[in-house]
């Protein structure tokens, strides 16, 4: 599991209680760290003793946002079959490597939802109520219909349409072969937007079609209003 980290550690520590509840635990962790100081290294080693799984992070000199680069790093860094990528401040729902575990083919990549959390609700999240699964309850109703919605097109557009299956970049997974047969992603995108669709594209070029899990693989993203993202500066270059 990559999880892509800038600064936010207490959305990390709660990224980490996440995992540390799945169902399926036979995974390991990288902290594909962009950035953030002090180092997400530093809360790692502090919660290890903890936590179910090894965690090892690897990270770069804060240059802007560039994330696509520190998660190829991070991907080339390991030589496990399959890949699920997150991003730090968002949590997956208890039973999210599982699904995607089973649901792994050679060669296929596979995308999840990301249901978003107010403000409220994100803060008053602790490490504790989060391996419980409190943070699941994001999943009500009107974005359970939503879901349906988006797994219908994708399946109904599947193999046809290049923009299907939608794919969240805080949310999806990918078989190794294929991740490194298109070269991971692309390093331009350093700044905010698209590398992820980009990567969709290019794996979609290279022959997979998509598995679209939109109902069964899924997490919980904690409000915006609360991310650093947005006061990043620009790369220099």
């Given at each position: 599991v990559v999880v892509a980290v800038y600064s936010q550690m207490r959305e990390l520590e709660l990224v980490l209680a996440a995992l540390a509840a799945q169902s399926d635990l036979a995974f390991d962790v990288i902290l594909a760290d962009d950035g953030s100081m002090p180092p997400a290294a530093q809360l790692a080693e502090r919660l290890a003793p903890s936590l179910p799984f090894a965690v090892r992070p690897v990270w770069q000199p804060d240059a802007g946002f560039c994330k696509a680069r520190?998660?190829?790093?991070?991907?080339?860094?390991?030589?496990?079959?399959?890949?699920?990528?997150?991003?730090?401040?968002?949590?997956?729902?208890?039973?999210?490597?599982?699904?995607?575990?089973?649901?792994?083919?050679?060669?296929?990549?596979?995308?999840?939802?990301?249901?978003?959390?107010?403000?409220?609700?994100?803060?008053?999240?602790?490490?504790?109520?989060?391996?419980?699964?409190?943070?699941?309850?994001?999943?009500?109703?009107l974005a359970r219909r939503n879901l349906v919605g988006k797994q219908w097109a994708n399946w109904w557009h599947r193999g046809r349409r290049q923009g299907r299956p939608r794919i969240r970049g805080g949310n999806f997974a990918a078989a190794a072969d294929l991740f490194h047969a298109v070269n991971g992603f692309d390093e331009v995108y350093c700044g905010y937007g698209k590398e992820d669709s980009d990567l969709r594209d290019r794996m979609r070029n290279a022959g997979a079609r998509g598995i679209s899990l939109w109902t069964s693989a899924r997490a919980t993203h904690l409000s915006r209003k609360l991310s650093l993202s947005a006061a990043r500066r620009a790369p220099d270059a």
């Open positions: 520190i998660q190829n790093v991070a991907a080339l860094s390991t030589s496990s079959e399959l890949l699920i990528f997150l991003d730090g401040d968002c949590l997956p729902f208890r039973d999210l490597v599982s699904v995607y575990r089973r649901k792994a083919l050679p060669g296929e990549f596979m995308t999840g939802a990301v249901v978003n959390l107010g403000v409220a609700a994100s803060r008053a999240l602790t490490p504790e109520s989060v391996r419980a699964g409190v943070h699941e309850s994001a999943l009500g109703l």
